[in-house]
C-alpha cells in the first residue's frame, strides 16, 4: 500500500510488506532492482483502485503483486510483479498487457496456472506469467521483458486492416454511453444497427453493423458518446476529464477523432466523464458541463480548430473545491438536459437543479435554481440534495423534463426517490418513482412514441414504466412504432409591427416505423394575421393546418407559413409566442411542441463584426481588415460609414477593398453587407507600437442609432515572429530565444499563456514564424490550424517543434496532411517513439551535411517522458532528419524513420521536427539549424 507520513505530510510510494507470524509483525520487503524490476510505487496513487498482492496458495515463496501500469518506466510495462524467493527480488511480466490490474486467481488443481483482470480484460498463463528461467542482467526489451506467457482472452482487432485476429466471446466491457443513429444505411439490423459505446479504459467503440465485432476507435477512455441524428459521419466522444472531440468519418477508420476544446478552461473543476450533450433539434450545437455549461454552435465546422466554446453561465454548483458537502466526489455538474424549444437544465453532484429557458439561443442566458424551497416531507417544490445523474427533457415541449438521483433515500428521509418529474419547466416537482428499488438511478430514456413510458438504468438493472411512473418494472420487448418530435423556429429576421414573421415547424420520426397519415397544427399567434402557408398548409379557422402527411423513420419534413403582425398592436405589447402546435398520426402518436417567442426589434438597429480585430503591419505598409454590418432593426435602412482614432491612417473602402467608400447600399431587415478598412503603419514606427481606430456605422433612417468596431493595428519592423506554446511546464523559450538571437535573426515573440487569442492577421505580418509546443498536450495546434492554414496559404514561412503534436487524431486533420505535409495513421505505430539523436538527411535543404546529433531527454523530463513521434512525408515534403532506430514498430519498418521534414512549393514553406528542438544538440548546434533554416526561408 501506499501512505501519507504523519510528520511530513507528504504521500509515500507503494511498498509490499510481509508477514511471517500471522500478521502479527509486519516488515517491508524487497523493492527490486530498477529499472523494470521494481514493485516500488506498484499502485502509484491509484492503491484504492489498482491493488492486488496474491501469494500462491501451494508456495509462499511466490508472490504476485499488481497494481498500476508503468507509464513512467524507459519501456512501458509493468503493473504485475512475481517474486519466487519470498520478496527478495521482483520480475516485471506487464509487457504487452493492457493497464491497470485488479484482480489475480490461481487453478486449484495446478497454481502455475494464472488468471489475471485489468482494465482491458481477462489474461492467462500456464507458467505463472513466464520469465521462470534463469536471466542475465541487466534485464532489457529484448533480453528478458518480452518472456512472458500471457494468453489474451479478449477480443481482438487488426487497427491496420480492421480484421477480427482473436474472438473468445467474452464480453465483459463496462459501458459508460451507447450511442446510435436512425441514419445510418439499413445493411441487415435496420436502422441503427451501427451502435457505439463508450467504455471504462477500453475507448470509443463501434459496433460492425453486419456482425458482433466491436472495434475501439480512439484508446483511453471512453466517456460520452453523442452521434449526429442526422449524418452518420459525426460522432462525438470524450475521454476522462475535459476532452470532447470528433470524428467524421462515422468511424471508418482508427484515431481518426480530433479534439474539439477550443474556448473551454482546461482548468475548471469537472467530473472524470464530463456530461456531454447534443441538441437533436440543431446539431450543430453541443453542451459540455464542467462547474459552468459550456456551448458551441458550429461543432461542425471544417476544421476542428474552428469549433469554438464559450461559457454560457456562471458556477452552477455550490463551489467547493474539494469533497462535496453532500458527500459526493465534488461540486460539478453531472447532468445536462436539452430538448425541444430553447431551454436547458443542469444537475450537479452537490445537488444543485438549474433551469435556463433561453440557454439554446442566448450567449448570456439567464438561469434559476429550481427545487429549492424546503417546507417538509412532500413538498412539491423540493428536490433531494442528492447526486443528480441524468436529466431527460422532452424533445418537442421543454417544461415537461425528468431528473434521475444517485444515492438512497435514506440520506434524504424528507425527499425520498430517484425520479422527479415537472411539467411546468422546474416550477414543481413530482415524484414518480413508485415501486423502482431504493438504487441510484443512472440515466433516464423518454420514449417519444409513448409520452408516460420511460426507461431508467439502476445499480441493480434496467426498469420500465408505461404509466408515468406509477408502477415499474423489469425491462422487456417491444414492437416497431414511430416516435414524433416536433420544433420550431422563426426564420431569425428582426420583427416589429407590421413585418411578416416567417414560421418553420419540423417534426422528425425518430422511431423504428413510418409515421403516415400526419397531421400538423398550428394556431395563429395573438396580435398576428394568416399569410401564407406553403408545403399544402391552409389557414383558417384561427390555425394552420396540414394534413396527409408521411414522415419515413429517421426522417423529417419541414412545413412553411407566414403571419403579419399588426401594424396597429399595442406598445405594450413587445413580443410574439406561438404555442400550442403539435402533430397527430394514423399510428396514434401525437406530440406538442414547446413554445416559441418572437420578441421586436427597433425599427432601426444596427451591429458591426467583429467587434474587435488585431492585426500586424509592416512599417511603411498597410493591414486589410474585413467588416459586416447587419441591419438589426426592422426596417429596411442603409449605413454612414466612417474611421476615427488612432495614430495611424485608416481609410475605409468597399467590399472588393479597391474603391474608397462612405456608405452602404439599402440593406433589408437581418441582411448584412461587408466592406474592408485599410491601416497604415507609418515608415518610421517603432516595433510594437500600436494604433486603435475606431469604425463607426450611422444609420440613415435614425442619425441617433450607430454601431462601432475597434481595429487595433501593431506596427512590426522584423521578419521574425516566435510562437510560445510551452505553457511553462517546463518552460523552454530560452533555448528559441538563445538559437535566434546568435544566428542573428531579430524577432517578435506572442506568449500563447499569457494571451491564447493570435490573431492571423498579426501572424500576416511576418515573414517567418517559429512556433513551439513543448510539453502542450493534447492535440496542441488544432486550435490554431485554421490560422495557420490561412498564413501559410498567404505565402507564409511555418518553423514547427514539439512532442506529442500528432499524439492518435491530432495528426489526422487535414492542416497535418495539406499543409504539414504528414501522412499519419493515428496508430501508436509512429507515436511516441524514443530517439536519443536524429541525423541530417542527405541531400535535404536544410539538414544536408549534418551528423548525428544527440538529444538531451532530461530537459523535458528524461526518457520515460519523451514523447518524440516517427512520420512519413508526402506531397513533395522531403525528409530532414532521422531517428536512431532505436524503438521501431514492425509495422513501420526497421531501423532509423523520419522525425522532420522540411517543404517548399505552393508559395509557402514549412520546416516541421517532431522532436523538442530545445533537446537537440548543444547551443551552437541550435543557432546553426536556425540559420539553416531561416536560409531556406529566405532562397528563391
Not at 140 to 165: E, F, H, I, M, R
Not at 206 to 218: E, V
Not at 507 to 518: K, P, Q, Y
Not at 840 to 862: F, H
Request: glycine fraction near 12%; aromatic fraction near 10%.
Amino acid at each position: 500500500f501506499d501512505w501519507v507520513d504523519t510528520t511530513t505530510h507528504k504521500r509515500q510510494a507503494g511498498r509490499i510488506f510481509k508477514s511471517t507470524d500471522g500478521g502479527a509483525h509486519w516488515a517491508p520487503v524487497s523493492s527490486g532492482t530498477g529499472p523494470f524490476d521494481t514493485v516500488l510505487d506498484y499502485c502509484t496513487t491509484q492503491c484504492f483502485y489498482d491493488n492486488v498482492v496474491e501469494p500462491d496458495p501451494t508456495n509462499p515463496n511466490v508472490v504476485f503483486v499488481a497494481g498500476s501500469f508503468g507509464y513512467s518506466m524507459p519501456i512501458q510495462s509493468g503493473g504485475i510483479f512475481r517474486s519466487d524467493d519470498g520478496g527478495a527480488t521482483w520480475r516485471n511480466i506487464g509487457w504487452d498487457l493492457h493497464p491497470d490490474f485488479h484482480a489475480l486467481a490461481f487453478d486449484p488443481k495446478n497454481s502455475s496456472n494464472v488468471l489475471i483482470g485489468n482494465d482491458g480484460g481477462v489474461w492467462y498463463s500456464t507458467s505463472r506469467g513466464g520469465r521462470t528461467a534463469a536471466e542475465t542482467a541487466p534485464c532489457t526489451a529484448s533480453t528478458c521483458l518480452k518472456n512472458v506467457t500471457w494468453q489474451d482472452l479478449n477480443g481482438s482487432v487488426n487497427p491496420a486492416t480492421a480484421g477480427v485476429t482473436h474472438r473468445t466471446n467474452l464480453q465483459i466491457t463496462q459501458f459508460t454511453s451507447i450511442g446510435t443513429n436512425p441514419s445510418f444505411p439499413d445493411v441487415g439490423g435496420g436502422p441503427g444497427a451501427r451502435i457505439w459505446g463508450g467504455s471504462q479504459d477500453n475507448g470509443t467503440e463501434r459496433k460492425s453493423a453486419t456482425s458482433n465485432t466491436w472495434f475501439d476507435l480512439a484508446g483511453g477512455d471512453g466517456g460520452q458518446v453523442l452521434v449526429d441524428p442526422t449524418d452518420f459521419s459525426y460522432v462525438y466522444g470524450t475521454y476522462f476529464g475535459i476532452s470532447p472531440y470528433r470524428m467524421t468519418d462515422g468511424g471508418a477508420g482508427f484515431f481518426t477523432n480530433q479534439f474539439i476544446t477550443n474556448g473551454i478552461n482546461p482548468s475548471d473543476r469537472s467530473e472524470f466523464y464530463t456530461p456531454f450533450v447534443l441538441n437533436q433539434n440543431n446539431v450543430n450545437q453541443l453542451f459540455l458541463g464542467t462547474y459552468r455549461l459550456y456551448r458551441t454552435d458550429n461543432a461542425k465546422a471544417a476544421s476542428v480548430g474552428d469549433v469554438k466554446w464559450n461559457a454560457i453561465s456562471p458556477d452552477l454548483t455550490t463551489g467547493c473545491t474539494g469533497t462535496s458537502p453532500n458527500g459526493a466526489r465534488n461540486c460539478t455538474i453531472s447532468a445536462i438536459g436539452v430538448g425541444g424549444g430553447t431551454a436547458v437544465y443542469t444537475g450537479s453532484l452537490d445537488g444543485l437543479v438549474y433551469f435556463s429557458a433561453d440557454a439554446q439561443v442566448n450567449n448570456n442566458p439567464t438561469w434559476t435554481r429550481v427545487g429549492v424551497h424546503s417546507n417538509g416531507v412532500g413538498d412539491k417544490h423540493t428536490l433531494p440534495g442528492r447526486p443528480v445523474a441524468w436529466i431527460a427533457v422532452d424533445r418537442s415541449n421543454y417544461r415537461t423534463a425528468y431528473l434521475a438521483y444517485n444515492g438512497y433515500s435514506a440520506s434524504t428521509p424528507h425527499q425520498p426517490g430517484h425520479v422527479y418529474k415537472t411539467t411546468d419547466a422546474g416550477q414543481s416537482w413530482t415524484d414518480i418513482s413508485g415501486n423502482l428499488p431504493d438504487n441510484p438511478v443512472n440515466s433516464l430514456i423518454l420514449d417519444p412514441s409513448f409520452p408516460n413510458t420511460l426507461y431508467a438504468a439502476t445499480d441493480v438493472g434496467p426498469f420500465v414504466t408505461n404509466n408515468g411512473g406509477a408502477s415499474w418494472a423489469a425491462l422487456g420487448t417491444n414492437f416497431p412504432t414511430p416516435a414524433l418530435v416536433i420544433s420550431k423556429a422563426d426564420a431569425g429576421v428582426p420583427v416589429g409591427p407590421g413585418s411578416n414573421l416567417k414560421y418553420t415547424i419540423t417534426l422528425r420520426n425518430i422511431g423504428s416505423a413510418d409515421a403516415t397519415g400526419v397531421t400538423i397544427t398550428d394556431p395563429i399567434p395573438a396580435n398576428t394575421s394568416f399569410v401564407s402557408a406553403q408545403d399544402g398548409g391552409s389557414g383558417g379557422g384561427g390555425s394552420v393546418t396540414w394534413s396527409g402527411k408521411s414522415v419515413p423513420a429517421g426522417g423529417s419534413i419541414a412545413v412553411h407559413f407566414t403571419v403579419n403582425i399588426n401594424p396597429g398592436v399595442s406598445s405594450s405589447v413587445t413580443s410574439v409566442t406561438d404555442d400550442g402546435y403539435g402533430a397527430t398520426d394514423a399510428q396514434g402518436q401525437s406530440v406538442s411542441g414547446s413554445p416559441t417567442v418572437t420578441k421586436f426589434a427597433p425599427p432601426y438597429a444596427v451591429s458591426l463584426s467583429p467587434s474587435a480585430q488585431t492585426g500586424g503591419a509592416h512599417s511603411g505598409q498597410s493591414q486589410t481588415y474585413t467588416v459586416t454590418v447587419t441591419n438589426q432593426g426592422f426596417k429596411t435602412d442603409s449605413y454612414t460609414l466612417s474611421a476615427s482614432g488612432g495614430t495611424f491612417a485608416a481609410t475605409i473602402y468597399d467590399a472588393t477593398c479597391t474603391t474608397p467608400t462612405s456608405t452602404t447600399t439599402s440593406i433589408v431587415a437581418g441582411a448584412t453587407a461587408t466592406f474592408c478598412v485599410k491601416v497604415a503603419a507609418p515608415a518610421g514606427a517603432t516595433d510594437g507600437t500600436s494604433s486603435t481606430s475606431t469604425v463607426t456605422a450611422t444609420s440613415a433612417g435614425s442619425p441617433t442609432t450607430s454601431a462601432s468596431a475597434t481595429i487595433k493595428t501593431i506596427a512590426v519592423t522584423v521578419d521574425t515572429l516566435l510562437v510560445d506554446e510551452d505553457g511553462n511546464a517546463p518552460d523552454v523559450r530560452s533555448f528559441y530565444t538563445g538559437a535566434l538571437t546568435t544566428a542573428g535573426v531579430a524577432f517578435d515573440t506572442w506568449d500563447l499563456n499569457a494571451d491564447p487569442n493570435l490573431p492571423v492577421k498579426y501572424m500576416e505580418a511576418f515573414k517567418n514564424i517559429f512556433w513551439f509546443t513543448g510539453t502542450s498536450y493534447p492535440a496542441p495546434i488544432q486550435p490554431y490550424e485554421g490560422s495557420l492554414s490561412a498564413y501559410l496559404a498567404n505565402g507564409g514561412r511555418l518553423f514547427l517543434s514539439g512532442q506529442d503534436i500528432l499524439d492518435q487524431g491530432a495528426g489526422t486533420t487535414p492542416f497535418v496532411s495539406t499543409y504539414l505535409h504528414v501522412s499519419w495513421d493515428g496508430s501508436e505505430n509512429q507515436n511516441d517513439r524514443l530517439s536519443n539523436s536524429v541525423t541530417g538527411v542527405a541531400g535535404n535543404s536544410v539538414t544536408n551535411g549534418i551528423g548525428s546529433v544527440p538529444l538531451d531527454l532530461s530537459i523535458l523530463g528524461g526518457a520515460g517522458l519523451a514523447f518524440m513521434d516517427q512520420i512519413t512525408p508526402i506531397n513533395g515534403a522531403q525528409a530532414a532528419f532521422m531517428d536512431d532506430g532505436s524503438n521501431t514498430k514492425p509495422a513501420v519498418g526497421s531501423g532509423p524513420q523520419p522525425d522532420a521534414l522540411t517543404f517548399s512549393g505552393g508559395g509557402y514553406k514549412v520546416v516541421f521536427l517532431a522532436f523538442p528542438f530545445e533537446e537537440y544538440g548543444s547551443a551552437g548546434q541550435k543557432s546553426d539549424l536556425v540559420t539553416r533554416v531561416v536560409n531556406f526561408f529566405n532562397a528563391p
